[in-house]
């Protein structure tokens, strides 16, 4: 892929008929309004009375379902799943993950990571598990599988294995009766309930409730268990975390501006923070231009904060597919210029403030600059809706090792050079908690602060378990001025 | 579809090498960057030292070419095409058009519409001419096939077969030594010239040169021919007709925003259109908002010249493919938010300026107004940055038949009522003059003013030959205030 | 499918390099050798130093690889795997199975049927074991990830295993370092080894090791396990069961006829059938006709018996594939002339012996013979190489259930009126014996004697484990004589 | 392709509906069984009350042809195609080929060449015809399109263009309301008239009539057009040339065994050869082996005549497909052992004789041999079906270049060598008119004898027009029984 970004691993969706509604379209619709969150494969599980009916596959979710194969899933609940994943991924790992067990099935979709995953996971092979997949979902599905309860409820089967896992998860599983909805203690991940009618919905975000057009009935609360079945919804908190960590990147990256988490407006957070970026570093210019398409919202932000007028800079091709033939070596501004191309009439001889969402490797920020210069922008000032990328996310998501990461490797006056922007400005570090997150509630930005709230982090792990401020100390000073002296060795 | 839109035919290019580039995959990013033009069919013909290997299909252009089909495509000059086209369509009429005949090989991509097409074809057929196709390239071709010329060169050939053309054309020719340019002598169809390093470019927008970072030379003037050998650049006026004809309809919708076409750039044209939009229909409102991708740029000129602020209020999905399951009867509500949801919080509460770039059949427009309501805007004040749609286009665009035009069969306040606005405005048809286009040059605003610029119009229309003040009379001044008596029987 | 055969479920294949050779190949080879076993999925593992690559899906052998993916399985161990299966059949069924235990990876290839596989299931579901198919496959992997050794040694746990299992089966197992075959304790199934120049090959069949050149080297015993690793190759009797039981129609219609399994050569068994037919059921006619493909054999092995002259009467098309547009009803005799041809000119105003190897419902049967009589025959003497069938299977092959089987239902009159044959004539049971098998080895033929040599066979099977002299009594005596009252109720 | 094979190029259908037959489903069928004759690409054009409906591609015609399109093919009167290709190719090429001219449209199926085609297509193009394909069928569309006749009738206009033919051809063809089957006046392809109640069928072999049982009417004659229309069936004898020349090798090769073409069975043909064989080139030896598929017939009259035992020595995989894997130069002997293998047991320590239907390039046969000897044959002596190939067709098969036949550049004696077969005998060039031919016509044996009946041939031709005599010299001794005479003028 040719743009650096951060990416999201999952989203997860449930539907529980009560209405007649043809369950398996409606998940559909959902994992389309959610594919943003996952392109790598998708899939989707009907339950049919007991009997489960399994479709999944590499690719979008228009690839892979169509008129036929979703004609066939028919049944009352549905659980899908769409999901992105890194190179080592097979085709075991695409979920729902559906299997037999003593008590009947059980389908399991997961947005997140678990943290203690490899101890889990190695505690399970010795009582003599048998994995076929590299998905956490399967550590779950041993965990529900051996757990004994008196009663046969599978809502008690799962308390019992929510008490041994760690770190991000969101889940919707499907018992032969039941849809369940479950977000980890300290709620990483976002998960929603909606309703249409009599008829139950779980998301990862509303927007997707909103495609089919349901109601949002509420956010499922970090530590909260919801179970649906004919009898109706019944809600079970099974923790009590006071370290709620909402992932703020979610606000600033991955989740659709449409979507709603947590009680925040995902593009009044952008706007607002596009707000905050102005303050924060104002510059004198002619225009505002966001970087399609996350981008755009910061920049009205920081046009209404500014004054200078909000312009479109650059039109994106709304064509670009998976298949695309890359450019080769030799035709490496092409590779930039297919998908976005710029405005020149309303660049040329002006003074630019570019701005995009966050930046990662840096590669794709510099073609875009010498696209703008060459367009015959006088200045580019570059601003950035978040602090520096620095610190790796256990948490379910796909940040770069750190030694591709710009801003481990450079300060921001030596990004700016790198970049051939005039200016660099990024969103400081505690300008976060002002886009609008409920006071109440906590945060992580762990990946721009290395505050990680949960202690226990993989062993395996390639940076130490300490914060920020043990390893880097004064840097963290510089850091407040955006200049990073190097930061990892 | 779910969109009711009017449908651009057509995208050409083509490359002329004089530096060893790979000709195939300019043309493939050119057509990449024109596919908005045209998604039913694409292909590429290049030009191996007088053989020609040509490669096309059904499907977008990342559907049709992979690495494998266009590392085959070896040559020196190349034409590309990317095609809509109606139900009627079949492989055949795919283009580029490439024949053998007494001088060689000849090959054909054509944007646009021969109104005296029936005419000719039929001569040619009395002469014993055989089609194998209904596109009208292979009227061309037959022409060009039988022109007797002194010289053997396929200028002068060309030059007896356009003395016999009629309509709307911008054609890209390639003989076994040229890449040939022509534009038809109104100009109706966008057609310019670029130029990379020392190799020529021909390209139905100036995006296309961007996309592989050749510079813009000029516009191919109506009535040019541009002939490019090993020799240079040859240019023949070949007429020099005094009624300009370009589309307006390039600048309202056809065209990306980011094209500059026959010297005014698509988007400054649309933030003008916006801007007039405000002038003639203002309305006191809280906010603006564009439907995505087109109406973004009108919102933004309304905006500004309304002072009322721009907002995102409609997001649309990145992923739409063409395999996507439609939504059945009963999810009609469904078939609009999977492509557009609504940004609620920005809305509820808000009095809503909601701005695209026209009305066709008035169905998707209803139901976008639907989703505002639900999501609780107070007012819906709905400004269309085009005049109505009242007459059928013989120059290459697909407007539906005038029975399923909503401004034929409503007066505006119907209209109005119709689609659920609390106000309705339409960009006045004069104000189109005011857009930007040179004032020596004219241009074709007959789909809304009847106004056709080529008396000879199709013989098997369902439309008699008359300006639309013969036919409407009294009408017209209705039609100035937006109010148009219905207006067809 | 329009022929009417019992189909054999699996082919294994397995593949250990000392070489250098390409082992995906190897085996993509070996497989394409045992398609015949095996339409509906397929699937090759390697092993690259301990990291397996897979790949696997539904189709035949060169479908489900091309070049790309093959090159991709580097590495110097291999199993692979053909599938033919019931409509039960997912994804989720196709082999290898490959699993990540707390010894490492486990890679199964497996041929045959556990008769104990619900017993096994159940009880390891009891221990919260989670199943993710329904494949048998799956039950061995759990228990090698829960058999506790003193050793590490994986032939030490599957020894542990081999306890437990019942039933046919012949397997082919990879761990990081080894490569196993095991043949049950009866060797129902076939399983050889080869070997090519250093390196080893186990097979289903020995067609499979004749494609790629590699030398028989002899038959894996019944009850042996045979382990291959960098040190060579070691024998484990781990089992001496008195009673073999070798598949005897895996010699009347699963394998190549160019394949020799336990010491008998296929062909060689179907000529000599042909004999014993021509024996037991001789008649006065014209012409000796065998149907394509497996009846060829044993026609000439008739008509050497009988010195009538063995000829073609029946043209095989060599086109059929998967895809084949299914003839509707109203053009049922179409269904069996598209893949089989009368050679009308030989056949006319003859009386011809049509031999096939089975008669399993009898609808193709008589099909076949309304061809030869539409074709001018003026008798049809039927006459097949195999008892009838009367009895369910067990062990890895898909015989239809009892109710649809012709012999069941009716007598052998009455077949010879169905099929509308002048005469029919099955192979005795007695004459099985004399097909060459050796004569110190037992063979299975319970699906035509009804006498199964394992005990306790499946609980829900539709069939009492009993004999069938115990259940028919008297009938044995016209089952003789090849009139077998109706033997079900 | 692994084996070294003439092609044919070839086969087309023809279905005129009387009854209500679904008649593209026909089509399908009857190119299913011609699919022997070009696997390359095929097509189906229907005539749905004068709109003509055609659906091709490259491919099989299970691959090409699916439920869904063949359901939309709805029309009463239905021509089919298949093709076999060389390399220039190109989908134009694929066949049937349609066209609208003055008269409707005119749909051509061609099997054959045109041996004036050059001459045809130069003349046409100075007219001012435009060619689209590199087709022959494409010239006579272009010649009916031009032919002036005073009766409007397409037999008229196809009398017209008869006149200008040279070569082979049999054709079939589709007006909006007549189907229309033509043969050449020499007769060189076959043509068949079939009927289906009282729908009438054409086809290129019979055996395309059997598998939709339709009974065979007769031949269509050399030098006559068959007329169908709903006024009934009309035959215009519109040549009588005194030189019939009935293609030799559609017996020996081409066409399948079960078709009757002219008068003669293609299986009695060779088995007829077989016999002649065995007079001619008679050996001791212990059995007689046919090379699957086409050797099996003559075998079969080998052995018959010889009263040496035929046996199958050679099995065939059944399911090659066009996408296998090749075999790499280093497994070059697995490039013929994964299509054949050799029943060793029944080999080992026999002499035998191979026989096979011709020898093209040697390879094959080479690489048969050494798998006979390397599976024990103490002998093996090959006995070749026809002449040596010495001379191009120019009629409408694929015969390599001179410089790649065998036996152009090698005498028998070194061919024997070259092969590694202890004795090698071709099929005496005078024994072919013994196989059954009408006496009172004739044949061509132009490719074995370098007689044709057809004076001017294709200028460009590869080979100077000089007879063998002039050119071989010596090597002509060698050809000892094969004596040639002066073969072109």
Same mark, same amino acid.
């Given at each position: 892929?040719?743009?650096?970004?951060?990416?999201?691993? /999952?989203?997860?969706?449930?539907?529980?008929?009560?209405?007649?509604?043809?369950?398996?379209?409606?998940?559909?619709?959902?994992? @389309?309004?959610?594919?943003?969150?996952?392109?790598?494969? /998708?899939?989707?599980?009907?339950?049919?009375?007991?009997?489960?009916?399994?479709?999944?596959?590499?690719?979008?979710?228009?690839?892979?379902?169509?008129?036929?194969?979703?004609?066939?899933?028919?049944?009352?609940?549905?659980? *899908?799943?769409?999901?992105? !994943?890194?190179?080592?991924?097979?085709?075991?790992?695409?979920?729902?993950?559906?299997?037999?067990?003593?008590?009947?099935?059980?389908?399991?979709?997961?947005?997140?990571?678990?943290?203690?995953?490899?101890?889990?996971?190695?505690?399970?092979?010795?009582?003599?598990?048998?994995?076929?997949?590299?998905?956490?979902?399967?550590?779950?599905?041993?965990?529900?599988?051996?757990?004994?309860?008196?009663?046969?409820?599978?809502?008690?089967?799962?308390?019992?294995?929510?008490?041994?896992?760690?770190?991000?998860?969101?889940?919707?599983?499907?018992?032969?009766?039941?849809?369940?909805?479950?977000?980890?203690?300290?709620?990483?991940?976002?998960?929603?309930?909606?309703?249409?009618?009599?008829?139950?919905?779980?998301? !990862?975000?509303?927007?997707?409730?909103?495609?089919?057009?349901?109601?949002?009935?509420?956010?499922?609360?970090?530590?909260?268990?919801?179970?649906?079945?004919?009898?109706?919804?019944?809600?079970?908190?099974?923790?009590?975390?006071?370290?709620?960590?909402?992932?703020?990147?979610?606000?600033?990256?991955?989740?659709?501006?449409?979507?709603?988490?947590?009680?925040?407006?995902?593009?009044?957070?952008?706007?607002?923070?596009?707000?905050?970026?102005?303050?924060?570093?104002?510059?004198?210019?002619?225009?505002?231009?966001?970087?399609?398409?996350? *981008?755009?919202?910061?920049?009205?932000?920081?046009?209404?904060?500014? *004054?200078?007028?909000?312009?479109?800079?650059?039109?994106?091709?709304?064509?670009? *597919?998976?298949?695309?033939?890359?450019?080769? %070596?030799?035709?490496?501004?092409?590779?930039? !210029?297919?998908?976005?191309?710029?405005?020149?009439?309303?660049?040329?001889?002006? $003074?630019?403030?570019?701005?995009?969402?966050?930046?990662? $490797?840096?590669?794709?920020?510099?073609?875009?600059?010498?696209?703008?210069?060459?367009?015959?922008?006088?200045?580019?000032?570059?601003?950035?809706? !978040?602090?520096?990328?620095?610190?790796? /996310? @256990?948490?379910?998501?796909?940040?770069?090792?750190?030694?591709?990461?710009?801003?481990?490797?450079?300060?921001?006056?030596?990004?700016?050079?790198?970049?051939?922007?005039?200016?660099?400005? @990024?969103?400081?570090?505690?300008?976060?908690?002002?886009?609008?997150?409920? %006071?109440?509630?906590?945060?992580?930005?762990?990946?721009?602060?290395?505050?990680?709230?949960?202690?226990?982090?993989?062993?395996?792990?390639?940076?130490?378990?300490?914060?920020?401020?043990?390893?880097?100390?004064?840097?963290? $000073?510089?850091?407040?001025?955006?200049?990073?002296?190097?930061?990892?060795?």
């Amino acid at each position: 892929m040719v743009f650096d970004k951060v990416k999201e691993e /999952c989203g997860v969706f449930g539907f529980f008929d009560n209405d007649g509604f043809d369950v398996a379209r409606m998940t559909y619709y959902g994992l @389309y309004a959610l594919q943003h969150r996952g392109q790598e494969s /998708c899939g989707i599980a009907v339950n049919d009375d007991g009997v489960i009916l399994l479709h999944k596959g590499m690719g979008l979710v228009n690839e892979v379902f169509d008129s036929e194969n979703i004609q066939e899933l028919k049944g009352s609940i549905a659980v *899908g799943h769409v999901l992105y !994943s890194s190179s080592k991924f097979q085709r075991e790992d695409c979920q729902p993950l559906v299997s037999r067990y003593i008590k009947g099935t059980l389908t399991i979709a997961l947005n997140g990571n678990l943290t203690n995953a490899e101890e889990l996971r190695r505690k399970l092979e010795k009582e003599g598990a048998v994995f076929q997949s590299s998905s956490n979902a399967e550590i779950i599905m041993h965990l529900a599988a051996r757990a004994r309860t008196k009663t046969h409820s599978i809502e008690d089967a799962m308390l019992k294995v929510l008490e041994k896992l760690e770190g991000a998860f969101s889940l919707v599983i499907m018992s032969p009766r039941k849809l369940i909805g479950i977000r980890d203690p300290k709620g990483f991940r976002p998960l929603c309930l909606g309703k249409l009618k009599n008829s139950y919905v779980i998301a !990862s975000e509303t927007a997707a409730l909103d495609v089919i057009r349901a109601d949002f009935v509420r956010d499922i609360q970090p530590g909260e268990m919801v179970v649906i079945s004919k009898e109706g919804l019944k809600s079970i908190k099974y923790a009590d975390d006071p370290n709620i960590s909402h992932c703020v990147f979610e606000y600033i990256y991955f989740a659709r501006p449409d979507s709603v988490i947590d009680g925040v407006s995902v593009y009044q957070a952008r706007v607002q923070m596009g707000k905050l970026l102005a303050k924060a570093h104002p510059v004198d210019a002619d225009i505002v231009v966001g970087v399609p398409d996350s *981008g755009l919202s910061f920049a009205v932000g920081y046009a209404q904060a500014s *004054g200078i007028p909000y312009e479109e800079g650059l039109i994106k091709n709304r064509y670009t *597919g998976r298949t695309f033939i890359k450019p080769t %070596q030799n035709e490496r501004e092409i590779s930039v !210029s297919i998908k976005l191309n710029v405005l020149k009439n309303n660049i040329k001889g002006k $003074r630019v403030i570019l701005i995009d969402d966050s930046i990662v $490797r840096g590669t794709t920020c510099a073609n875009l600059i010498k696209l703008f210069r060459d367009a015959g922008a006088t200045q580019i000032h570059m601003r950035v809706a !978040s602090p520096p990328f620095l610190w790796p /996310c @256990y948490f379910g998501t796909d940040i770069p090792s750190r030694n591709e990461l710009i801003a481990v490797k450079y300060s921001i006056d030596e990004i700016c050079q790198k970049i051939g922007a005039d200016s660099l400005g @990024y969103l400081p570090l505690d300008d976060i908690k002002k886009i609008g997150l409920r %006071q109440d509630q906590g945060y992580c930005d762990a990946c721009f602060s290395g505050k990680y709230s949960i202690s226990k982090l993989p062993k395996d792990s390639s940076i130490p378990s300490k914060t920020q401020e043990e390893i880097y100390g004064n840097s963290r $000073r510089n850091f407040k001025d955006f200049k990073i002296i190097k930061a990892y060795t």
